[in-house]
């Protein structure tokens, strides 16, 4: 692979990150002054807070690479031309994190699924030999461990609290379960310039089980799983989110805010 | 001891500026008083998330949108520091909230009003939270210990608050043709509403006399009303947009600014519930309540499942 091909993998790769952060971020952040009891609401917004740094770190090292690059555009990337002024297809999350929120079980249950993935996904890359990247998963990491054991706490709760409440988790896995095989099946882009989340695809599982178990909820069977968003191709969902969450810039671009 | 000797007692506390403590006697009008104002300082805090969360999902940058996203959580915060002074005066939080939802608590009117553009946040975090803070303010030194910490407390947030909505303002007034109406147009809007926060004026005010008295208030709705145009009309000068009043003029005479008469018609039916929002303030927040009930029973059904293992396991 050429220098030029390597760079091109890197950013794809931040992209990915970015993109999946703060596509999370949104989607919780929906839940902001709506939640359960106030406790929670502060905590799902906490969350949220979180997955908008990390995306905004990603987003300022994706557009320093492309400032770099040789075919660098007149007007410079920033971390809000990254988010804001690009297309469906282009963005590059996972499927999990934009399916909508519905109840406190299926958001719980996506936070779950996602930080448990990126918990193994953080301590990996905080390996890596691009210390960019190394470094903002090494900071993230805090975050994260929270994130897993307060979603890992709620599932739990939910799933042994009462009838109703267990029946909405195995509704919540029933639509869910089938977007978390693409978290682990790695992109062109993931093996050649980050991790390859199939290595850690046995301990997220183990995982799974371990609060499942706890929790009285059955791990589903092998089923077929959904995937495309790595790569562009997104659940009808996106376009709305993105609707939303560009619109001022697309109403009154090139304007600072 | 006699009713009257408590209740000199507590007058003279009040007098030596010594704090009434949650397990202090306490004549009961001034616990109603003070779980009336705290409970309703709260539901403003829960209620004024809405207009503002409503531009979380539409910020225009992520550095906005992280701002306000911390900005809306502090307000969760306040809100829970409030209802918990209010608890140490035998208020459960549950029935403050039923009381919120069935109409008989109030909350701040101003949040009645839309948020319409992204100017708006600015113009909420300057103007209403700049309002708020006058009014917070002189509550730092509000006779109830536990509320008087706890304004402490949110007085530092607000007043960074106030700075971030100056500073969304700053920007837009330095902006494009559009976004420079679409700031005067959001100051046009809020100039008065945040007016009429401070409440009717001292002559038809029925709670103050009382509250100055036990220094529940330390200045009159008149009084820090005048103190917030007197700040405004100076900070406007900055941001180079005009306030919606005509008879606005700085009087060197009083060494105060001179300003028109606030439409009370208007401010009455607010008040009412015939404000623009009332009606969706209450159905979020009663929606919220109703579909996170069977979350909050389940928490509390394992918290109990929790409890009887480890009875049993000790057993």
Not at chain 1, 21 to 39: D, F, K, M, Y
Not at chain 1, 152 to 174: F, K, P
Not at chain 2, 60 to 86: C, F, N, T
Not at chain 2, 247 to 261: A, I, M, P, V
């Amino acid at each position: 692979m050429t220098d030029q091909e390597l760079i091109k993998r890197k950013l794809d790769y931040s992209l990915h990150l970015a993109d999946t952060t703060l596509i999370l971020s949104q989607r919780n952040a929906e839940w902001c002054g709506h939640g359960p009891v106030l406790e929670q609401d502060i905590a799902i917004t906490n969350i949220s807070l979180d997955l908008v740094g990390q995306a905004r770190n990603f987003y300022q090292y994706a557009a320093e690479l492309i400032n770099q690059s040789n075919d660098k555009p007149i007007h410079p990337a920033t971390e809000d031309s990254l988010a804001y002024l690009r297309t469906e297809r282009e963005f590059k999350n996972c499927l999990l994190v934009e399916q909508p929120n519905e109840d406190w079980a299926q958001t719980i249950l996506r936070q779950f699924f996602f930080s448990n993935y990126q918990f193994l996904l953080y301590q990996e890359l905080q390996k890596s030999n691009d210390r960019q990247l190394a470094a903002i998963a090494e900071k993230s990491l805090k975050e994260v461990t929270y994130h897993l054991r307060w979603s890992s706490e709620w599932v739990i709760r939910l799933g042994d609290g009462t009838a109703e409440s267990h029946q909405r988790m195995l509704q919540a896995i029933d639509e869910l379960w089938r977007y978390t095989g693409e978290l682990l099946n790695a992109a062109e882009y993931e093996k050649e310039a980050g991790t390859d989340p199939s290595l850690f695809q046995p301990q997220w599982l183990s995982k799974v089980k371990e609060v499942f178990d706890e929790a009285t909820l059955p791990v589903p069977e092998k089923t077929f799983m959904q995937s495309g968003g790595k790569t562009g191709t997104h659940t009808e969902h996106l376009g709305f989110i993105l609707t939303e969450l560009q619109y001022i810039q697309r109403a009154y671009p090139d304007s600072q805010w | 001891m006699p009713v009257q000797d408590f209740e000199q007692l507590f007058q003279d506390k009040i007098d030596n500026e010594i704090k009434i403590e949650p397990k202090d006697w306490m004549p009961e009008a001034y616990r109603k008083t003070n779980i009336r104002q705290i409970s309703q300082h709260a539901h403003s805090e829960i209620v004024g998330m809405l207009p503002e969360g409503n531009w979380i999902s539409r910020a225009p940058s992520l550095k906005r949108k992280a701002i306000l996203l911390a900005k809306v959580q502090d307000e969760a915060g306040h809100g829970l520091y409030l209802y918990s002074a209010a608890e140490t005066l035998g208020m459960p939080r549950e029935e403050m909230i039923n009381d919120l939802h069935s109409g008989k608590a109030k909350y701040s009117s101003i949040f009645n009003y839309p948020t319409l553009t992204w100017a708006d946040i600015g113009a909420i975090g300057w103007l209403v939270d700049g309002a708020a803070i006058m009014n917070q303010v002189m509550l730092t030194r509000t006779s109830y210990g536990p509320y008087a910490r706890a304004m402490v407390r949110i007085c530092k947030e607000e007043s960074f608050h106030q700075r971030q909505g100056f500073e969304i303002l700053l920007v837009l007034s330095r902006g494009t043709t559009a976004q420079k109406a679409m700031c005067q147009d959001a100051i046009n809007r809020w100039w008065w509403p945040a007016l009429m926060m401070f409440g009717p004026k001292d002559s038809e005010s029925t709670n103050s006399d009382q509250s100055m008295k036990w220094k529940i208030k330390r200045k009159t709705n008149d009084e820090l009303r005048q103190n917030f145009v007197d700040m405004i009309a100076e900070q406007i000068k900055t941001l180079g947009m005009k306030l919606p009043d005509d008879q606005l003029k700085w009087n060197t005479e009083r060494k105060h600014y001179d300003f028109g008469e606030i439409d009370w018609d208007e401010f009455w039916q607010v008040v009412k519930g015939n404000g623009p929002c009332n009606k969706q303030r209450l159905e979020a927040r009663r929606k919220a309540w109703e579909n996170g009930e069977w979350v909050r029973e389940a928490a509390a059904a394992y918290a109990r499942k929790r409890a009887d293992r480890q009875k049993d396991k000790a057993a």
